[in-house]
């Protein structure tokens, strides 16, 4: 695609449910980051993938946290027994070297835990 | 291991005038880019200006220009002609080989009318 794409764009759940949030990356792209971004606050570091290497998930603040990448395409941020706390935009974004090591991002992921 | 360092949570600055907001940084690699980030209140991240540090000639983009001071590992953003559109949160970058990209905590920009 021509950017990266989230989905969903906004998601309203209950505390104590599982919530899958979708990022799509730019073709081509072999490094795809995740990101949590709370009201007002700085970008906090989930997880890195870079091509088959092993991701660097240093950032996952729980094991309620995980990410999956399918090769270089599509990746899934899994967070189970959503939390209050967890409400943030989750933003994802993908890089490659043939784009000069540029982070595009996409337009996030809104979650409320309610 | 990468750091940035943005040591000016906010900064405001009148309409036309010019502000330059500041970042250091500190790598081990030898071949890196720098980035500057602006979020608006949409919270869309757009790139604003991106240095390879093996140029020496610093980057520009019409109203925005750095000054990148390799030896002191500085690489401060300068918008000129500031517009009300410029409000927004900037975020300094850097990425190294292929190592992740690590980001400063943000300096908050209100151009004041």
């Known amino acids: 695609g021509a950017g990266v794409s989230q989905s969903p764009s906004n998601k309203v759940t209950e505390k104590g449910k599982d919530v899958e949030l979708r990022c799509d990356p730019i073709?081509?792209?072999?490094?795809l980051y995740w990101y949590r971004q709370r009201l007002g606050q700085g970008l906090e570091f989930l997880i890195y993938f870079q091509g088959n290497s092993a991701p660097d998930k240093s950032g996952l603040p729980s094991d309620r946290f995980s990410a999956e990448r399918t090769g270089e395409s599509v990746s899934t941020l899994t967070i189970q027994r959503t939390q209050q706390e967890d409400s943030a935009v989750y933003l994802c974004?993908?890089?490659?070297?043939?784009?000069?090591?540029?982070?595009?991002f996409g337009e996030g992921s809104w979650l409320t835990v309610v | 291991a990468q750091t940035v360092t943005q040591s000016q949570p906010e900064m405001s600055v009148q309409e036309a005038e010019t502000v330059t907001l500041s970042c250091t940084y500190d790598?081990?690699?030898?071949?890196?880019?720098l980035f500057w980030y602006k979020q608006p209140p949409s919270r869309q991240m757009i790139l604003v200006i991106r240095q390879e540090a093996y140029k020496q000639q610093n980057a520009t983009e019409n109203r925005f220009s750095v000054n990148f001071q390799k030896a002191a590992k500085s690489f401060s953003l300068k918008i000129s002609d500031s517009q009300l559109g410029d409000t927004a949160m900037y975020f300094c970058?850097?990425?190294?080989?292929?190592?992740?990209?690590?980001f400063g905590t943000g300096t908050k920009l209100q151009v004041i009318p």
């Open positions: 790598t081990s690699e030898s071949n890196y880019y």
């Open positions: 073709s081509g792209h072999t490094a």
């Open positions: 974004a993908s890089s490659s070297w043939d784009s000069g090591n540029t982070i595009y």
């Open positions: 970058a850097s990425r190294g080989g292929y190592q992740k990209v690590t």
